[in-house]
């Protein structure tokens, strides 16, 4: 984490430098924002400009906080630089609060534009956050469940990176627990989403269980007073942590998870099934020739040549 924070510090000091492979960077400002990007995006680098002010000014009425700042984004033309300064190839986009700074793969974000928006409110909701919740520490799974409750998506992992697996963990009852989800999530791939799903199903079951309004006044104290986010959340339900936990995991039904399992297999399923028909067939076709082929060897030894 360290050492990304330092590449990322080199490269918004001289991103106006060619770098990598002959890649400049050029700049586009608003009043917002500032972004960074490769000649060849300068027309995502617009589309993201137009929506960060809507975008902007509709997760601040959510929070009813303000946002002084002028974050910088930048573009990265391919996944190859965009892993130099991210951790984990199955994401899209990550924030940096510290610099107030955002960085996209572009490469990849343009092949789902349709999750541009959601991608980009997703970062601003980690920006804000952390602007305004400076002295508790943050715990990664409730800044990863808010980013997404508030974008309506995981915004950050790529689309592609996998099936949901939170209904396969209920069955199972292999979650993971959270306080190993405080200051990091997993590399590896499936662990990796089914952390992401635990983060948005646990605070959406949090805000369940008080209410929207009550909700973000626990954020309002949480920012005036900085006190420990599980503290706040003990306060605001009325029990210990480890019990609403325990609550959250007990309201998955088994009989739902495997309907909901199912759904999502179902594809694969059905191609099984059909795979064995096929199967099945064969072997019926090949027992009925077999069948044809004795009786007509029966039927050629009855006759006798005269």
Same mark, same amino acid.
């Given at each position: ?16 430098? *060619?770098?990598?492979?002959?890649? #400049? ?5 608003? %009043? ?17 400009? #137009? ?9 601040? %009425? ?5 946002? /002084?700042?002028? /974050?910088?984004?930048?573009?990265? /033309? ?8 991210? !951790? ?50 943050? *715990? ?19 689309? %592609? ?15 993971? /627990? ?86 999502? %297999? ?7 099934? #059909? ?18 082929? !004795? !009786?007509? !060897? ?9």
């Amino acid at each position: 984490m360290v050492i990304r924070q330092i590449f990322v510090s080199l490269f918004v000091m001289f991103c106006m430098i *060619p770098i990598a492979d002959g890649i #400049t960077y050029q700049t586009l400002q608003s %009043n917002h924002v500032t972004i960074q990007y490769p000649i060849l995006f300068k027309s995502m680098a617009i589309n993201v400009s #137009t929506a960060f002010s809507s975008i902007l000014s509709d997760v601040l %009425n959510s929070f009813n906080w303000e946002y /002084p700042e002028k /974050p910088t984004i930048i573009l990265t /033309p391919n996944s190859d630089e965009f892993m130099k300064y991210a !951790d984990n190839p199955f994401i899209v986009a990550f924030a940096m609060p510290h610099y107030q700074l955002i960085m996209i793969d572009s490469s990849k974000l343009i092949k789902q534009p349709y999750e541009f928006e959601t991608t980009l409110r997703h970062e601003l909701c980690h920006l804000i956050l952390h602007y305004h919740i400076q002295h508790t520490h943050i *715990p990664r799974w409730f800044d990863e469940g808010i980013a997404q409750w508030m974008s309506k998506g995981i915004g950050e992992l790529i689309s %592609n990176a996998g099936q949901s697996r939170i209904y396969q963990a209920s069955i199972s009852n292999q979650f993971i /627990p959270f306080d190993k989800l405080s200051y990091d999530f997993p590399k590896h791939q499936k662990e990796l989403i089914l952390a992401y799903e635990q983060s948005q199903s646990f605070l959406e079951y949090i805000i369940g269980l008080c209410g929207q309004e009550q909700f973000y006044e626990m954020l309002n104290q949480i920012r005036i007073k900085q006190i420990p986010i599980k503290i706040a959340i003990e306060n605001m339900i009325g029990y210990s942590f480890h019990r609403i936990e325990q609550d959250w995991r007990c309201s998955f039904s088994p009989i739902s998870s495997w309907v909901l399992l199912i759904i999502q %297999n179902l594809y694969e399923i059905l191609f099984v099934i #059909t795979a064995c028909l096929c199967v099945l067939g064969f072997f019926k076709l090949r027992q009925r020739k077999k069948m044809i082929w !004795d !009786d007509d !060897d029966d039927l050629m030894s009855d006759v006798h040549i005269i």
